[in-house]
């Protein structure tokens, strides 16, 4: 049974994935297996997987039809053995040391979760992550750790190693009905069942973050309400082990998620489907201070519950 599992979910990927693959096979930490999940890629992604099973026996290639990225994590998670599990992004790729420097701290007894920084490439570059290799406790040092931008990392399964044993015990898994911040809940549904992690002052994972990477996640306001109502539920079950609101953090995450409603509405040229969301949006419970909770505009505000909807539509069709 190897130490670590390596989940790679791929799709149409082909001009980043050999890099991230090649990566993987030069760790220098050599108990792994490399489980890439492949969803249906329609490019050479995953004529590329094959490739690379067949040279290192380490590669296990999974194919499937489309179902999105947290279909191709959970299959991963079913077909791992190793004793921890963690996720790749197939346009990123790893320091020759990554894998190393997590098993440093497999610690049987204490560890459930290793969480290292990461190095952006792309249109952003610098360096995100714990600020010290340290245990961290959760329900005393996690409100701090979260009160900076670093707490972005936090965020994204990458970058970090699961106990594997924790996940499948627990039946913790990514939700597939959710397209955007599936993976934020499966941090806190993990976070929910460990009382500590161990940080590892670290940027070995780099991770590729360009200006348009959310461009699809635009969402209606049925999709939005939707992903809003199940993160609020795994934040209001996290709050409550760690008798702590996390008020920051969660307001940024339903910042993101209307923004995505936003983009949406800018994309819609038919009065009627505009027209539906807004009244939907209006009918939401407590939308004036959900509003002022994530810092919205007043003129963004007005525009939004104010405004009659043809006037509002006509202003939005303008930007």
Known sequence: MPKISIIVPVYNTEKYLCTCLDSIMEQSFTDFEAILVDDGSTDSSGIICDEYAAKDSRFVVVHKQNGGVSSARNIGIEKAK????????????????????????????RN???IGGCTRFGDYSGFLGPKTTETVE????????????NGFVYWYPWGKMFDRETIIENGIRFDNSM????????????????????????????????????????MSFEQFISHLNIIEESFNKFEKKCNYKFNIVRNNVRLRLFNNFISYLF??????????NM???????????????????????IVLLFLPLKLSFNIIRLK
């Open 138 to 149: 959760i329900k005393k040092q996690l409100p701090g750790l979260w009160s900076d931008l």
């Open 267 to 276: 994309l819609i040229s038919n009065y009627k489907e505009f027209k539906k």
């Open 179 to 218: 397209f955007y911040s599936e993976d934020f809940v499966f941090i806190l549904e993990y976070l929910n069942i460990i009382s500590s992690f161990q940080t590892i002052n670290k940027y070995e994972y780099h991770y590729l973050q360009t200006r348009n990477k959310s461009d699809k996640f635009k």
């Open 82 to 109: 190793g004793k921890w599990v963690t996720f790749i992004d197939c346009d990123d790729w790893l320091d020759s040391h990554f894998l190393e420097s997590f098993v440093i701290y497999d610690d049987e007894n």
């Open 279 to 301: 009244i939907e949006f209006r009918a939401m419970n407590n939308v004036s201070d959900f509003l002022k909770e994530i810092n919205c505009s007043w003129k963004k505000r």
């Open 112 to 114: 459930k979760l290793i």
